[in-house]
């Protein structure tokens, strides 16, 4: 099982670029989530799913986009980059509300 | 509606007992904890759901009281492992969708 897959790993986007962070699981998760996570702030909810076709924004949406055509891939798109958007980016999946999250491993993303 | 963790850091030495608080304004469906290692991804330690019991596995346990809106995370016995940063994620009682974190608390354990 890989679990949660979060590619790709590093990235530096210039002032105005956009890009798609990808997130793939292969457990049968109907939720997912992406978190940005910077110092002193902890994690913040951007977007999440909780099934096929069904996104719903989270705390600091703005600058973001997602769609979840199918249950394995949830992929968020900046749609064009501030140097306010430099963060780590989490994506993480669970079975339900009832369960823990699994967490891909991250996105470090530097706007210049 | 972001959770308050207390306290925001704690450094113990090997052996010693730690408390983390995690307590919220509104109503709380559930809560998660967490751990986060330097440079990783954060990794799940448990769930508390209302109207379950406490849990806890090894020397790790937590409690949940859903009158106060409060969490407690118990670290006995603390191992240089357990060093990292602990976050709770709460799930209110009126949206369980949408997991809202602390700002955690920083924990190190020295030899």
């Known amino acids: 099982n890989a679990g949660v897959t979060q590619t790709p790993k590093f990235q530096v986007l210039k002032t105005g670029q956009s890009m798609t962070l990808q997130c793939a699981q292969d457990?049968?998760?109907?939720?997912m989530s992406w978190y940005r996570q910077d110092p002193g702030m902890g994690l913040r909810l951007i977007h999440y799913?909780?099934?096929?076709?069904?996104?719903d924004q989270g705390e600091v949406p703005n600058g973001y986009n997602v769609s979840r055509s199918t249950t394995e891939d949830f992929p968020l798109r900046l749609l064009s980059a501030a140097p306010s958007q430099t963060s780590v980016y989490f994506c993480?999946?669970?079975?339900?509300?009832?369960?823990?999250?699994?967490f891909g491993s991250g996105t470090r993303l530097t706007v210049v | 509606q972001q959770p308050v963790q207390s306290p925001q850091a704690v450094i113990l030495r090997e052996g010693e007992d730690a408390v983390i608080n995690c307590s919220s304004s509104?109503?709380?469906?559930?809560v998660h904890w967490y751990r986060q290692k330097h440079g990783e991804a954060p990794i799940f330690l448990m769930i508390?759901?209302?109207g379950g019991e406490q849990k806890g596995h090894d020397k790790i346990s937590a409690s949940f009281n859903e009158k106060k809106q409060q969490s407690s995370l118990y670290l006995t016995a603390s191992q240089l492992s357990y060093s990292g940063t602990y976050f709770c994620?709460?799930?209110?009682?009126?949206?369980?969708?949408?997991?809202?974190w602390g700002l955690g608390t920083s924990l190190a354990v020295n030899p």
């Open positions: 994620g709460t799930l209110n009682a009126g949206n369980n969708r949408k997991l809202i």
């Open positions: 457990m049968n998760h109907e939720y």
């Open positions: 509104k109503a709380l469906y559930s």
């Open positions: 993480a999946s669970s079975r339900d509300g009832n369960y823990g999250y699994t």
């Open positions: 508390l759901l209302k």
């Open positions: 799913s909780v099934g096929a076709g069904i996104t």
